[in-house]
């Protein structure tokens, strides 16, 4: 049940929140030469995905309307719909920092972005996104080496970087609940070609490559982290996305578990992605609320 219920709340996001006059792109998936899968439109990061917000912390303190910090985001492919190939076998999805047997190599998402506390009524929070564009980033990249690892934090901004887009304002949502201790969030996000440095590489997301505008990344957030606890994000990676190091003080680390569908939606130029946002409004929201108990 509580699985259904993570499933269920990113859709139910996508429902109340899908990109006006826009479809889902079909891409074909590939390693740089050989495919992987055709007729694809969505790729599923995996549920030990990482997010930490800066900061903010500890979970329970509560946010103030303009406040800014800095949430960090990384995953590793988990599947791909479409029709896959004997090929695809060789994808490593365990995030373990050891190149699985039989496995050949990987696909891994990266993400930083500035956030701004917009609104706090009751138990609900909303935010915006501040600072640049080159302050608000997600990119993809491919690697032999399939040595992610969620606990190290390393791997998941190296080998080849195979997409760079600027996050976007439009079309998104974020939401969080309390639930004792913890909680539970789901995210809408866009990101597209803005900057003269975005890009897409068509060999490897061929058929999206110059159609592709936006991605729409559906995220449910979770704390506590569980199997996605790390002290370390984006380390010994790409200079795009400086290795952090989490203040179990001040910083909140969740559960992200994602997928993102490309689209043929222009949108807005901007920037993207409140990946856990959301819960954190909350979390200050409802302290906010249980206050005048107190």
Do not use: C
Not at 16 to 33: E, R
Not at 119 to 124: D, M, Q, R, S, V
Not at 237 to 262: A, H, M, Q
């Amino acid at each position: 049940m509580k699985n259904s219920f993570r499933k269920l709340i990113p859709v139910a996001a996508a429902l109340g929140f899908a990109f006006a006059a826009s479809s889902a792109q079909a891409f074909t998936l590939k390693d740089g030469t050989n495919v992987l899968a055709t007729d694809s439109t969505t790729l599923d990061w995996n549920a030990t995905g990482s997010g930490v917000a800066k900061g903010v912390g500890p979970f329970g303190s509560p946010l103030t309307v303009g406040q800014t910090f800095q949430f960090l985001y990384q995953s590793n492919l988990a599947s791909v719909d479409g029709d896959t190939t004997a090929l695809f076998n060789g994808l490593d999805f365990n995030a373990n920092g050891v190149k699985g047997a039989g496995k050949t190599f990987e696909f891994t998402i990266v993400a930083k972005m500035t956030e701004k506390v917009t609104n706090l009524t009751g138990a609900t929070a909303e935010f915006g996104l501040a600072g640049t564009a080159a302050d608000n980033k997600v990119a993809i990249y491919y690697d032999t080496k399939a040595n992610a690892s969620t606990t190290g934090g390393t791997g998941f901004d190296d080998g080849t970087l195979i997409a760079l887009l600027t996050i976007v304002p439009s079309n998104t949502q974020s939401t969080f609940t309390i639930v004792g201790a913890g909680g539970q969030g789901s995210t809408k996000l866009s990101a597209g070609k803005v900057e003269a440095g975005d890009f897409i590489d068509p060999n490897y997301l061929d058929g999206v490559s110059s159609l592709l505008f936006g991605v729409n990344f559906e995220s449910n957030l979770n704390f506590p982290a569980g199997n996605s606890a790390t002290l370390n994000f984006h380390k010994g990676g790409s200079s795009l996305f400086p290795d952090y190091t989490v203040n179990t003080s001040k910083d909140i680390v969740f559960k992200v578990d994602g997928s993102n569908t490309f689209t043929n939606a222009v949108p807005e130029p901007g920037t993207m992605m409140l990946l856990g946002m959301g819960m954190l409004g909350l979390v200050g929201a409802q302290r906010r609320r249980r206050a005048p108990k107190a």
